[in-house]
C-alpha cells in the first residue's frame, strides 16, 4: 500500500519551526541592539551573534524569497 503525504501536514508540522525562528532572531536583535546602544557599531559586529544574524538572515532570503 502506498503511503499519502498531504502537503497541509508537513505545512502544519513547519509552523512551530517558523514561529521559534522568529522569536530566536528577535532575541538575537534585542541583544545587538543593546550592544549597538551601550558601545556603537564596532561593538555590536564585535559580537559574535552578529555572524549569526547575517548567517541566519541570508538563509531565511534564500529559502522564503
Do not use: C
Not at 38 to 43: A, D, I, N, Q, T
Amino acid at each position: 500500500m502506498k503511503k499519502i503525504v498531504d502537503q497541509r501536514f508537513t505545512f502544519l508540522n513547519l509552523q512551530p519551526i517558523k514561529i521559534a525562528y522568529i522569536i530566536q532572531t528577535l532575541g538575537v536583535l534585542l541583544i545587538l541592539g543593546h550592544d549597538f546602544l551601550k558601545g556603537g557599531l564596532e561593538k555590536m559586529k564585535a559580537n559574535s551573534l552578529w555572524v549569526l544574524f547575517i548567517l541566519s538572515s541570508a538563509l531565511y532570503t534564500a529559502i522564503y524569497l
